[in-house]
């Protein structure tokens, strides 16, 4: 059987795996950005409770806080994955109802998000500590209700300080959807492994792998960079 080059290993087309390969990138890619919107609006929520809510709330987003951050994320992925989707469909059958059948990419979806959700939360809450207490005061004197004053004034004075915290928690994403593959989701690394495993060329397709992960970031932080600048406008000008 004539040994195919490394060229060939990486093209589209089979025998080539690059086409499985881009296809576990663009899954990567799906599962990171529904993980990551997930821990936005779980982060809003949150970091809203831990400044505004009663001690009740408080304490409970601090115990959910606390133990996402203390265990390591593989631990969290295997554990909300497997004893997650169980609880659900006990509770399911419990309720008189049929178990559902969770996709793999929702269930990715949700245990990034509720991983992600801890550390966003801090995130934007830090942020929304920097708010001089004046712009707040201003609209509270205008009568503005809280919902408005969360929506107008709070959500866009925080982004400036926001984003680099932000940033970082969205590389941290792509590189958590990695850890699916311990559960059997197919995206980037999986693929790769399967492509690798089945060659016998490990430096070939784990190389590949991090050159796509490296293009992700590179990409991401090109976009952050523009996303922050248009951000803090404001703040640059009455900087100088």
């Known amino acids: 059987m004539e040994q195919l080059t490394g060229f060939q290993l990486l093209a589209l087309s089979p025998p080539g795996w690059g086409g499985a390969l881009l296809r576990g990138l663009v899954t990567s890619l799906e599962v990171a950005a529904g993980g990551f919107a997930l821990g936005q609006v779980i ?3 949150g970091s809203a409770g831990k400044l505004y809510g009663g001690p009740v709330i408080r304490d409970l987003m601090e115990i959910y806080t606390t133990v996402v951050r203390a265990i390591p994320e593989l631990v969290l992925i295997v554990l909300l994955y497997y004893a997650g989707t ?33 550390y966003s939360t ?50 941290v994403t792509t590189k958590d959807t990695a850890l699916l593959a311990v559960v059997g989701f197919t995206e980037l690394t999986l693929a790769t492994r399967q492509a690798a495993g089945v060659t016998h060329e490990y430096f070939l397709f784990f190389s590949a792998a991090g050159v796509l992960y490296l293009a992700v970031t590179l990409i991401s932080n090109v976009l952050l960079q523009l996303l922050e600048r248009r951000a803090s406008r404001g703040m640059k000008r009455r900087q100088t």
């Open 43 to 45: 982060g809003i929520l």
């Open 86 to 118: 169980a609880a659900l469909n006990n509770l399911m059958t419990a309720l008189g109802f049929s178990s559902v059948d969770i996709s793999g990419m929702l269930a990715g979806i949700l245990v990034i998000g509720l991983v992600q959700g801890a």
């Open 122 to 171: 801090e995130v934007l809450r830090g942020a929304i500590l920097a708010i001089p207490p004046g712009q707040i005061e201003a609209g509270r004197a205008y009568g503005m209700p809280p919902a408005m004053i969360m929506r107008r004034i709070t959500l866009p004075a925080m982004l400036p300080h926001a984003i680099p915290g932000l940033a970082n928690l969205w590389l």
